[in-house]
């Protein structure tokens, strides 16, 4: 089933039940306190499991004038009902000397009220129909939980993965939801069978045994303690004792133990029969433990935070969708009467705002634009050139508006001729960086009358950046002046901090530089993250890796391009000059806390955030720094920092690869194969391989890296990716 169905299935789910869960929840949690303070009253006596039934019966018997009954009850307490001074009295005792332990636990008028809300609404029959109910669309709801959660972390063997965070009510959603998914099947699976056994869908089959009077014996008289099952039988195996009525022999024990019932003769000790519990009854009596937590402080405990779990995940869950952008496309322009067509492949919404920002500047440009989903793709009579923009989902998979994307593109073949391109979204957190993007670019180029206009474009963690790099180039071949504005949702929130320029460096030789800034104000950035750089009003940002060198000081490393706005507006700034700049959070890329074996990958300016890495590594952790440029001559910008981190211990070691100092070209790809050893241990000791850089490089390194762990450890390289033991951040 397709991904859509399964969500529209949670949600709708959700949607009915969240009243009646919230409430069975919240009185859930209270019902939870129950089992765990009686559990913790000190009628417990140590040892007195272990004590036979005889020896129970015996000082029981001694103690008091007549006794009618014994009882042990799921918390191990043994009550006694007795007559004293001629009135019925029933309390709990001690089993090694039947002195009396204290009354019977009563319950807590909060605790009825809680039970008989959670059982009915106070609704009676209705009200135990609605909270059953309920109960079964909570297993329903669980079920399309696992599928989702097994599609969104790329397969059931990811399933406990660690989960990338997108934003706060997602990650905490799926979290949150592995955690409780247990205790919640359990408490919905448990809920339905006691609601069908209440309204008698599964009949509660009694033990009825017969006793043939006829064959009663008289003798041989036995001491009750002789009795060979009051001998044989443990204290722990009771449920109830009943003692005879009288002393006629037609009279007898009746014994519930925990799994058989028996008639015992009075005088003899002959058992008059005996008949194991029915398989319902077993049933029903795990159920009520498993849905109460009767008797079980740590089972209570994990059933009442399962409880607390659900408004949790209610409230996280309704968030995901409200805050999600909605995915209805109006148009001007019919399908069939427009030269371009824009598709959107999104599940989240975001995609589709770049999507339409893409469309609003067409339709002003004054041509005739039409946005659609991918799903939707099918005989666009006048379109000439498409543009599909889609997001990757899962392992490299399509998102839901664009699941049926391929086949509807091999079933509708365009009869005119036409160009593409297709823009992939997606995040290199992921193992399987744009993938779909990639299969959507082979599918219509392998259709009829298509004609691809360049190879697929990628987009990184939404960068509008990037987006508008790739409009700069589509609408040059389209001959359209075109300027993107950038959506509002994209826009980051975040306040702008400035900066001091400290110091430049720049080699003569070479067309990269660093700068040192202060910061003297807002936020405090972590190395890995982003500094969002505008140079003039108007303009794009510019992303650039921090380093932090202390705790106000951050380096920046930039190659400048000849005609670059930002590069050269960075590059003029003079020493003590401010900047004002957003520090945007880049979480996937900080230094891994527990890694003790780290590797950097970098070519270029991407050793910028490893720099500083390098040199909060005040713990000397071991970290071993790939970096490749094209000539020796780039090292001298970061000599000084690298030479000073090995002689400190902060760095074990520094490897280089330069492209075009020897007749060979080496990349730091090449230096992967050749120090294997180090590389397969980082992967097996949960250590962390870093990459930073260009995209290309990117590639080459995972390829590299896949062939290692394909070959010696047996595994797809996605395992580590999804552990985040590698992280990459390249442009
Ligand atoms: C559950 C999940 C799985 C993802 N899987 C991938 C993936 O395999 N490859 C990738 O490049 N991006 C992946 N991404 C990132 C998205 O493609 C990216 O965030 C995209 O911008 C989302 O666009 P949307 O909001 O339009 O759906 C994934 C995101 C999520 C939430």
Known sequence: MIVSV????HLL???ISSLFLLIASVTGVILAVEPISNKMESYSISGADELSLAE???????????VLAV????????????????????FYIDPFTGDKLGNLIQKKP???????????LFLKSTGRFLIGFASFLLILISIS????????????KQFFAPVVRENFSQYNHVVYARFSLIPLLVLAITGVYLSLLRFDVIPDSQVSLQVDFDSIQEEPFKEYTEFDLFETTPLSELRELEYPFSEFVEDYYIIRLKDKELYLNQVTGDILAEEKHPIVQVMSSWATVLHTGEGSILWSMVLGLGSLAIPFLTVTGFMVYFKRPKTKVANEYSKNESEYVILVGTEGGTTLQFAQELHKQLLLSGKKSHLALMNQYSLFKKMEHLVVITATYGQGEAPASGEKFIQLVKKNQQKQAFDFSVVGFGSTAYPNFCQFAYETHEVLKASNNSTALEEVFTVNDQSFESFTNWCSIWSKQMGLPIKLKKPKLITSSKPASTFKVIYKAELPEDDTFLLSLKNLNGSKPVS????????????????????????????????????????NYLYQLKQDAKLTAI??????????????????????TGIGPFLGMIQENIKRTEIHLYWGAKTKDAFNLYKDYIETALQEGKLTDFKTAYSRQQSEKIYVQHLIERDKDLFLEVLKKKGCIMICGSIAMQKEVLQELQQLSNKYLNKDLSYYQNRKQIKMDCY
């Open 6 to 9: 399964w969500r529209f299935s």
């Open 13 to 15: 789910f959700a949607i």
């Open 56 to 66: 129970t019966l015996e000082n029981i018997n001694t103690k008091y004038e007549e």
């Open 71 to 90: 009882k042990r009850d799921r918390n191990g307490f043994v009550s006694a009902t007795v007559i004293i001074d001629g009135n019925n009295d029933e």
């Open 110 to 120: 909060l605790f009825q009220f809680a039970t008989n809300l959670h059982r009915s």
């Open 145 to 156: 939980g696992i599928v989702l959660i097994a599609k969104r972390q790329g397969g059931y």
């Open 528 to 567: 890995g993250d982003l500094l969002s750089v505008v140079p003039a009003e108007g303009a794009r940002e510019r992303l650039y890796s921090i380093g932090k060198l202390n705790s106000d000081t951050l380096l920046i490393s930039i190659r400048r391009h000849e005609k670059g706005l930002c590069s």
């Open 583 to 604: 520090v945007v959070n880049n979480r996937n890329f900080h230094f891994p806390k527990h890694s003790r074996k780290t590797v950097f990958i970098a070519t270029g």
